[in-house]
C-alpha cells in the first residue's frame, strides 16, 4: 500500500509566544511503507510537527490531516492509528520491560488473547527477550529505545513517529535500531524518523528538512545531494597545516563550505554560472604544506547540499583568533593536558578505568564514546570537577590534587548545553565569568568589550542570554570560557544537535585559537565533530579502547569489503573488537 | 500487514476491544508499582506522618508545663519558706531558689528562665499581721506574652492554693464561705494538646498525600515525558484522572489508618467515635484534596512549581486556617470568612469531634456534604483543565 498519504500539512503555522513561528507555512505529505526522515537542527521545528502530527497540538493557521481525520476536530480517532515515541524516554522507568509492555497492551486495546504471541515477537524483534523484569530505568540507551519502539508497535500501527531516536544511543544500536524501522517500513508501515544527523537523513527514503521553522527541502535525499554533485572535493596529500588550508581554502570566493576531514579538507565549490566543466584548481597555498596536496573529486553528502541550500558557510576567518594573543611557550615541550593511570570508582561501579593519554601544546584531542562510556567522567577529572580514585591529571604542568585552583585558572570550560545565566544579559554572564576567573577591574574592562566586539554582538549585548539566537548563544558560551585566556580549553559536546552554519563557526575559532597554541581536548559522540581533532581516545565501558589520529582509526578497520571506512565504521568495528576480546578473556 | 492503512479504516485498530475499566485498571496497577517502588510516595505517605505525629505529640506541646522560674528568697521565715516549697512542688513550675535577684535578672534577660518571684524581706511580717494580701513579686518575660500570662496565672494559683492550706492549717476558715469556683473541663478533661493536636495532625498529612503528592506525581509525568506518551494512546482525559485518583485515595486512607493506630496507641489520644465515621469523614476530605492536587497538576507541569502552589494554597490552608493550632473564632472575620472555603477546616474539626467526643453526626453530616461539595468543585475545574494537549 505503498504510497498512501498518511500526514497531509497545508500551510501550517504554529507559534509559541512572540518571536518567528515555529513552523510557518509548511506544507508537506507523509506517504506510507518508507521512512521520511525528519531533518534538522535543535530548535528547527522537528518536535513540533510531530506533536501536530500527533494530534496533542494544533496548528495556529492551516491544517493537519492525519490517516484521513482532521486533528483539530478528530484526534481522538487518530490516536489509535499512530505509534508515537516522544523525544525523551515516554516509558515508567520503575516499571520492568514487561510491566511496560503489559500497560501499552492494555492502553492500546491488544485483546489478551494476542498478547502472549505479540510481546514474543516484539521481545523478539528488538531483542529484549532476556531483560523482561529488568526495571526500564537500568536499561542502556539503546535497549530503552528499543523498549519505546516495542510499546509504540504494540498494534502495529499504520503510522508510526519517532522523535529523535538515535539520541543518547550508541552507533551500534543505532544502526540495529534503523535496520527494525526499515524493516517495519516492508510491511507498509509509514515512518516518520526525526533527527539533527545529517548522516542519517542521507538515508531515508526521504526527507523534510528544516531550519528555523521552514521547510527547506521536501523530496528524495539523493536528488538533494545531487545539486551538490561535481562540486565537492578533498584536498588531499596534507600531512600537516590542514587548519591553516582550510582557512587558506575558505578564502576563495569559489569555495562556499568546507571542513576538516582527518588529514583532509572537504570543501565545497559554488555553482558554476557560466556552465564551464573546468575542474577547480587549488589556489596556492602555505609552503609547509609540501608538494603533495592535491584536489580529489568525492561524492556530496547530504550536508553538502544543506550547507548548499542555506548559501554557504560562515567563511574562514575567526575574528577572535586574529584579536588574542598568543599563548606563551611555558617550559618546553611539556604536554599541557596529561591523563595518567585516571581511575574512578562509584561503588562497585568503574566509570572510568586506567586512562592514560598525553595532549602536546596546540593540538585538538577528543573523548569519543557512547554515552555512559566513561568521557565525561575522564573529562570531570581533567579540569579538577571530580577527585580520581586512582591516578593523576595535570593541566599546564599543574597537578590538578594539589594545584587543581592553578590548574582551573589555566583552563577554560565550556559544558554542554551552555550553562549560562539565562536571565542576565550577554554583557552582564561576560562582567561575572571575568569576575569569577579573577580579571582585574581594567582588564575586565577590555576583555569584555573585546569580546562584544570580536563576537559581533552589537544591540545583542543587553539581550537576555536565554533569548539570544543559537549561533550568539554559542558564541557567548565560548566568550565566557575564554577571556581569561586560558591554555587549555575544555569543550563538552559543544555542538551537538547545532545547526552546520553555527558549528562550522564554532570550529573556525576553535581551529584559530589552537593556531595561537591553545590545546583543546573534546567530548563527542558526534562523528562530525571527532573529524576536527588531530587525535581521538576512544572510550568505550570505561577503558580506552583505541587511540590515533582519525585516520589511523579508520584505517586499522580498513577491510576489502570496506575499503573507504568512515569515522562510524571504525568505532563500531573497534568497539566490536573489544566485546569479542573480552569474551575471550571472560 | 500489507494493508495498515485499510485495517486502520475499517476500524479494527480503533475498535475499542478492552474496556475502559481495562484501561484503568492497567492505569492503577502502574501507579500502583510505581508508589511501591518509589521511596519518595512511602516517604510522604507513612514515613512523614509518623515524624509529624511525633512531632505534634512530643515535641509541640501548648501547654506549659514546668515553666523555668527564680525564686528569690528575701525572706527566710518558715513561713516564707513554706510558700516556697509550695512553689517548688508545683507542677507548673521548675524553680530554682537563690536568696539574691540579681542573677535571675540575667537569666531571664537571657531566657535561661521564664520568670521570677520574689518573695520581699517583710513577707511574713505582712503575712502575721493578717495582711492576706502579703505582696510576692511575679516578673515575667514580656516578649513572650502566652508564656508571661502562664506565669502569672499560675503564680496567683500557687498563692491561693497555700493560702487555702494555712487557713486550713491554722484552723481558719476558708475566706467568709463566699463562691468556690470549680472549673471543669469536657471531652479533654487534663485539657492536654496532644489530644487535639494528634487528630488535627492527621489533616494535615491526608492534605499532604491528597494534595502535594497527587499534583507532584502528575508533574513528574509530565517531566519525565511519560505523560507525553500517554496521551497519544487511545486513553482518555477521564480514564487518565480515575487512574491517579484511586491509588492515591487507597493511600490516603492508609496513612489515615496508621495515623490513627500511632495516635491512640502510642500517644493514648482517645478515640470515642467509630471507624465508620473515621472513614467516611477521610473518605470526604480526601475528595477535595486530591480535586485539588489534580486541578494543580492541570496548570503547573513541573515539580518545582507544582509542590510550590500545592504548598501554599494546600499545606499552609490547612495548618493555619484549619483551626488545628489556631482556634477559627479567635481570627478577625475576614480570615474567618476565608476559613470558610478550606475543605481541613472541616476535617480537623470533624476529626476532633470523633476523636474526643464520639460519633455526633449531626455535626459530622453538615461537614461531609460541605467537604464533598468543594471537592466535586474541584474535580469539575479539574477535568475541565485537563486537556490531551501539550500546547
Redesign the interface.
Known amino acids: ?1 505503498s504510497g ?1 498519504t ?1 500526514i497531509r500539512f497545508n500551510r501550517v503555522t504554529k507559534r ?1 509566544g512572540e518571536g518567528p513561528p515555529a513552523l510557518d507555512a509548511i506544507s508537506a505529505d507523509v506517504t ?1 511503507g518508507r521512512i521520511t526522515g525528519l531533518v534538522g537542527p535543535d530548535g528547527a521545528g522537528k518536535t513540533t510537527f510531530i ?1 501536530l502530527v ?5 496548528p495556529d493557521e492551516g491544517g493537519v490531516s492525519v ?2 481525520h482532521d486533528t483539530a476536530t478528530d ?3 487518530i ?4 505509534g ?12 520492568s520491560v514487561q ?1 511496560n509492555l ?3 497492551a ?7 488473547g494476542e498478547r502472549p504471541a505479540v510481546f514474543d515477537r516484539l521481545l523478539r524483534f528488538t531483542d529484549l527477550q532476556r531483560f523482561t523484569g529488568r ?1 526500564a530505568g537500568r536499561l542502556s540507551g539503546g535497549m530503552k529505545q528499543k523498549l ?1 519502539l516495542a ?1 509504540a508497535l504494540m ?4 503510522l508510526l513517529l519517532l522523535d529523535e531516536p538515535s539520541v543518547g544511543v550508541d552507533p551500534i544500536s543505532r544502526r540495529e535500531l534503523w535496520a527494525m524501522v526499515k524493516e517495519l517500513t516492508g ?3 509509514g515512518v516518520v524518523w526525526s533527527t539533527a544527523y545529517l548522516d542519517e537523513a542521507q538515508r531515508c527514503d526521504s526527507v523534510l528538512l528544516l531550519n528555523q521553522g521552514r521547510l527547506l527541502f521536501d523530496g528524495d535525499p539523493r536528488s538533494l545531494m545531487k545539486r551538490a554533485e561535481g562540486r565537492v572535493f578533498q584536498v588531499r596529500g596534507l600531512d600537516w597545516k590542514r587548519r591553516a588550508v582550510l582557512a587558506r581554502m575558505l578564502a576563495q570566493p569559489d569555495v562556499i563550505d568546507g571542513v576538516i576531514q582527518g588529514r583532509h579538507v572537504r570543501v565545497v565549490y559554488k555553482e558554476r554560472v557560466d556552465g564551464a566543466e573546468n575542474p577547480p584548481v587549488l589556489p596556492p597555498l602555505p609552503e609547509e604544506v609540501g608538494t603533495q596536496a592535491h584536489l580529489a573529486p568525492v561524492p556530496p553528502r547530504f550536508e553538502d547540499a544543506f550547507m548548499d541550500i542555506l548559501g554557504g558557510g560562515p567563511g574562514g576567518r575567526s575574528a577572535l583568533a586574529e584579536r588574542i594573543a598568543p599563548v606563551e611557550q611555558s617550559a618546553g615541550g611539556e604536554p599541557v593536558i596529561e591523563a595518567r593511570g585516571l581511575t574512578k570508582r562509584f561503588g562497585d561501579f568503574t566509570a572510568a578505568r586506567d586512562i592514560t593519554f598525553s595532549i602536546p601544546r596546540g593540538e585538538i584531542f577528543g573523548l569519543l564514546g557512547p554515552n555512559g562510556a566513561g568521557k565525561s567522567t575522564t573529562f570531570k577529572m581533567l579540569c579538577g570537577l571530580l577527585a580520581p580514585t586512582e591516578g593523576a591529571g595535570r593541566v599546564a604542568g599543574f597537578d590538578l590534587r594539589r594545584a587543581a585552583a592553578q590548574a582551573r585558572q589555566r583552563l577554560g570550560y565550556m559544558a554542554q548545553k551552555f550553562s549560562l545565566y539565562g536571565d542576565l544579559s550577554a554583557r552582564q554572564n561576560l562582567d561575572f565569568f571575568s569576575g569569577v576567573y579573577g580579571l582585574g577591574r581594567r582588564r575586565r574592562r577590555e576583555q569584555v568589550e573585546l569580546m562584544i566586539r570580536t563576537f559581533d554582538f552589537g544591540r545583542l549585548s543587553d539581550t537576555a542570554a536565554k533569548d539570544l539566537p543559537l549561533g550568539f548563544k554559542q558564541r557567548l558560551a565560548l566568550a565566557c570560557a575564554i577571556m581569561h585566556e586560558p591554555e587549555a580549553l575544555f569543550l563538552d559536546e559543544p555542538t551537538s544537535g547545532v545547526d552546520p552554519i553555527t558549528r562550522r563557526e564554532f570550529w573556525t575559532h576553535i581551529n584559530g585559537l589552537v593556531e595561537k597554541g591553545v590545546t583543546v581536548l573534546v567530548t563527542t559522540h558526534f562523528m562530525d565533530e571527532a573529524e576536527y581533532c588531530d587525535r581521538i581516545a576512544l572510550i568505550y565501558r570505561g577503558r580506552t579502547i583505541a587511540t590515533g589520529s582519525p585516520d589511523e582509526l579508520k584505517e586499522r578497520v580498513q577491510r576489502p569489503d570496506l575499503p573507504d571506512p568512515t569515522l562510524e565504521d571504525a568505532f563500531i568495528a573497534l568497539v566490536e573488537e573489544s566485546d569479542l576480546s573480552e569474551q575471550e578473556v571472560a | ?9 475499517a476500524g479494527d ?6 474496556s475502559a475499566g ?2 484503568i ?3 492503577i ?2 501507579e500502583g ?2 508508589i511501591v ?2 521511596p519518595s510516595s512511602i516517604m510522604i505517605a507513612f514515613v512523614l506522618p509518623v515524624i509529624l505525629l511525633f512531632l505534634f505529640g512530643y515535641g509541640v506541646s501548648l501547654d506549659a508545663n514546668r515553666v523555668k522560674v527564680g525564686l528569690v528568697m528575701q525572706d527566710t521565715s518558715p513561713v516564707a519558706r513554706s510558700l516556697a516549697s509550695a512553689f517548688i512542688h508545683s507542677p507548673f513550675f521548675d524553680a530554682r531558689v537563690d536568696h539574691a535577684l540579681a542573677p535571675f535578672e540575667a537569666d531571664l534577660v537571657a531566657s535561661r528562665i521564664r520568670g521570677i518571684v520574689v518573695i520581699p524581706p517583710d513577707f511574713a511580717e505582712r503575712y502575721q499581721a493578717g495582711d492576706d494580701t502579703a505582696p510576692i513579686q511575679v516578673i515575667a518575660d514580656g516578649s513572650q506574652p502566652n508564656t508571661a500570662s502562664f506565669v502569672q496565672n499560675y503564680a496567683q494559683g500557687v498563692w491561693s492554693t497555700w493560702l487555702r492550706q494555712q487557713a486550713v492549717q491554722m484552723g481558719r476558715s476558708a475566706e467568709g464561705g463566699g463562691l468556690v469556683l470549680e472549673a471543669r473541663f469536657w471531652f479533654n478533661p487534663e485539657l492536654t494538646s496532644r489530644n487535639f493536636l494528634v487528630p488535627g495532625s492527621v489533616a494535615i498529612i491526608m492534605t499532604m498525600i491528597g494534595t502535594l503528592l497527587t499534583a507532584l506525581v502528575i508533574a513528574r509525568e509530565w517531566e ?3 505523560m ?8 482518555s482525559v477521564g480514564e487518565l484522572l480515575v487512574g491517579k485518583i484511586v491509588p492515591y485515595f487507597l493511600l490516603g486512607l492508609a496513612a489515615m489508618a496508621l495515623c490513627t493506630g500511632v495516635a491512640v496507641l502510642l500517644f493514648g489520644v482517645p478515640f470515642r467515635g467509630s471507624m465508620l465515621a473515621l472513614l467516611a469523614i477521610s473518605a470526604a476530605f480526601l475528595c477535595p484534596a486530591l480535586g485539588q492536587g489534580l486541578l494543580i497538576s492541570a496548570v503547573a507541569k513541573n515539580q518545582f512549581v507544582a509542590s510550590q502552589i500545592a504548598l501554599f494554597t494546600g499545606f499552609l490552608p490547612a495548618m493555619l486556617l484549619s483551626g488545628f493550632i489556631f482556634e477559627i473564632g479567635s481570627m478577625p472575620t475576614v480570615i474567618r470568612w476565608i476559613t470558610v472555603i478550606v475543605p481541613a477546616r472541616y476535617f480537623v474539626s470533624s476529626l476532633q469531634t470523633v476523636f474526643l467526643a464520639g460519633d455526633i453526626w449531626s455535626l459530622l453530616l453538615p461537614s461531609i456534604a460541605v467537604m464533598l461539595a468543594i471537592g466535586a468543585g474541584f474535580f469539575l475545574l479539574a477535568a475541565r483543565n485537563t486537556r ?4
Not at chain 2, 485498530?13 to 478492552?18: A, K, M, N
Open positions: 500500500m498512501d498518511l509559541f506510507a506533536r500527533t494530534g496533542l497540538m494544533v490517516l484521513g484526534a481522538a480517532s490516536f489509535p492509528g499512530i508515537y515515541m516522544p523525544q525523551r524516554f515516554g516509558l515508567y522507568e520503575d516499571l510491566e503489559n500497560l501499552y492494555e492502553l492500546r486495546g491488544l485483546p489478551a526495571l519505546g510499546c498494534r502495529t500501527p499504520p510491511g507498509g508501515m | 500487514m500489507t494493508d495498515l492503512v485499510a485495517k486502520h479504516e485498530l480503533s475498535q475499542v476491544r478492552t481495562g484501561r485498571r492497567a492505569l496497577v502502574k508499582l510505581q517502588r518509589d519525565r515525558g511519560t507525553e506518551a500517554m496521551m497519544a494512546t487511545p486513553v490531551k494537549r501539550i500546547d
